[in-house]
C-alpha cells in the first residue's frame, strides 16, 4: 500500500468562491459602518443619532451586499449554463468534431496523439458534456457559480463585520466614539487580512498590511469629512 493513500493535499482552490463571498463583506460591512460612525461621530452629533445610523447602515448594506453579490454571481452562472448548452448541442450535431477537438486539447497539454485520442475516446464514453465543460470551458463542480450561497455569504458576513464598530460604539463613551471605533476597526481588518490570507494560503503579513492601509485610509477620510462638516454647522 502506497505510504500516501488517503493523504490530503490541502489544496485551497475550493475555498476561492465563499472566502471571496465572506471575505469582501466582513471588510465592508468594518470598512463602511466604522466609517460612517466615525464620519458622523466627528461631525458632533449625539451618540443616539450615530447609533440609529450605524444600525440602518447595517441593514441597508447587508441587503445591498447580497443583492449585488447574487446579480453578479447569477451573471456568471447564466453564462455557464449557456456556454454548456452551447456545448450540448455541438456534441450532438458533430460528435466526431467535438472528439477531436478534445483530442487536440490534451495534445496540447502535452499526451501523444495515441494517447491523447485514447483519453479522449474514454472520457467521451464516460461524461461528453462534463469532459469539454471541464477541459475545454474551463468548468467544474468546485468553481461553479452558486449565487444563492454568495448572495447569503455577503450579506451575514457584512452584518457580522459591521456589529463590531456598533458594539463598539455602544461600549464606549460619546467623547471617545471616534477613537475607540477607529482604533478596534484598525485592529479588526487586520486579523481579518492575516485571517483571509492564511485559509487562501497567501502572506498572512501582507493581507494584513493590504487591509490595513485601505481601512486606515478610508477611516481618516470619512473622519476629515465629519469634522470639516461638523465646524461648517
Not at 449557456?82 to 496540447?108: C, H, N, S, V, W
Not at 491523447?116 to 467521451?124: H, I, S
Not at 456589529?163 to 461600549?171: D, K
Amino acid at each position: 500500500m502506497s505510504h500516501d493513500a488517503g493523504r490530503s493535499e490541502g489544496h485551497r482552490s475550493h475555498r476561492a468562491g465563499w472566502l471571496r463571498a465572506v471575505v469582501l463583506g466582513a471588510n465592508d460591512g468594518i470598512i463602511s459602518v466604522a466609517s460612517l460612525v466615525v464620519g458622523i461621530a466627528a461631525s458632533g452629533a449625539a451618540k443616539e443619532q450615530v447609533l440609529v445610523a450605524g444600525v440602518a447602515a447595517t441593514v441597508a448594506g447587508a441587503l445591498s451586499m447580497a443583492a449585488g453579490e447574487y446579480v453578479s454571481v447569477q451573471s456568471q452562472a447564466d453564462t455557464e449554463r449557456a456556454d454548456l448548452a452551447k456545448e450540448r448541442q455541438e456534441l450532438a450535431l458533430d460528435p466526431a468534431g467535438e472528439l477531436a477537438e478534445l483530442t487536440e486539447i490534451y495534445i496540447r497539454r502535452g499526451l501523444d496523439h495515441g494517447l491523447a485520442r485514447q483519453v479522449a475516446e474514454q472520457l467521451t464514453l464516460h461524461d461528453p458534456l462534463g469532459a469539454h465543460a471541464r477541459d475545454e470551458l474551463g468548468l467544474n463542480e468546485i468553481l461553479r457559480a452558486r449565487p444563492i450561497q454568495a448572495a447569503l455569504a455577503s450579506a451575514a458576513s457584512f452584518a457580522i463585520g459591521a456589529s463590531l464598530p456598533l458594539l463598539t460604539l455602544e461600549l464606549t463613551p460619546a467623547g471617545r466614539i471616534t477613537e475607540l471605533v477607529t482604533i478596534n476597526a484598525i485592529v479588526a481588518l487586520a486579523l481579518l487580512g492575516g485571517l483571509s490570507a492564511s485559509i487562501g494560503g497567501a502572506s498572512l503579513w501582507r493581507g494584513s498590511l493590504r487591509m490595513l492601509f485601505w481601512g486606515t485610509f478610508a477611516l481618516a477620510l470619512t473622519a476629515a469629512v465629519g469634522r470639516l462638516f461638523g465646524a461648517a454647522g
